[in-house]
């Protein structure tokens, strides 16, 4: 998608989406941000034809080449209605039989449901009862990155990750299902249904899959490698991720359609900073940190500005 022209009104703007799309270009039309609103070209291979109607446009714009790809482009909105309507009246949306108000897609659900079943596994009945989650040590080290056990206090591991050498590979992604505390899962999973719907109503299922899978086994090998200890679980890594993703891309690519308010960047990075400090306690910080380069990194590569940067 490449930016054609700016324009000061939106009824401006519209026109020559119309025109566009009688001609067969498809454009979409974005509010700028230094005022007005912009027509982007999405097959920038059209580029000289969509430069060629938007100049016939302003030298005679009651031209008949001009009128005819008016015509055509109620022809097609006409036919796109028509066929909206066929396809709601035969098709079922799986989507939605998965959603919870419209928010959490199929992936985003199976996630949350995989916490909260890993929660109750690993959580003893007293701790249940006093919302003490994951306090069975046996089982939470099943799970996590690498064994270990709780003797006096201290953990103890062998430190050269026999596990995963072991063929258990499991131990990459599962430390994420881990919980510990209350407010440790519920912030979790607040998050991920908010970000993790965002993606699945814009993107296929499996790209949200795949990216919990890469945020998921990289920032949690960089909490055991950078900090020292397998004794750290929670989908906050994965969160982070998310965030980065749907914020730079929101960023670069406005057509995408992502967008991260102001004041949830604030207190997500807020937070990001508040946890180094020590004063929240032990934090996975280095899975933070991890998940949000990289999700920053996978948006930036997937809103296509390197592309854009290298042509000019």
Known sequence: MRKLERFDSEEQAGALADVLLGAGIRCSTLPSREGGTDVWVEDERRMNEARAFSAELKRNPASASLNDARRRAGEVRKAQEQRERAARGR???????????????????????????VAVLTTSSKGLARLDIGDRTEVVSWLSFQSYVLEGGYYRWFARLPDLAHGQIWRLFTPSLLHFGLLHI?????????????????????????????????????QFLLGASPAFGGMSGVVYGLFGYVWVRGRFDPASGYAVGTQNVIWMLGFFALCWTGLLGPVANFAHAAGLGIG?????????????VSRR
């Not at 419209?102 to 909260?116: D, E």
């Open 296 to 308: 920053a990194l996978w948006g930036y590569l997937a809103s296509g500005a390197l592309g854009r």
């Open 91 to 117: 098709v079922i949306q799986v989507r939605a039989r998965f959603s919870v108000s419209g928010r959490m897609g199929p992936v985003t659900l199976l996630l949350v449901l995989a916490c909260v079943l």
């Open 186 to 222: 519920v912030f979790n999973l607040w998050w991920l249904i908010d970000l993790g719907g965002k993606v699945e109503q814009r993107q296929p299922s499996w790209l949200l899959l795949l990216l919990v899978l890469v945020l998921s086994g990289l920032s949690n090998s960089a």
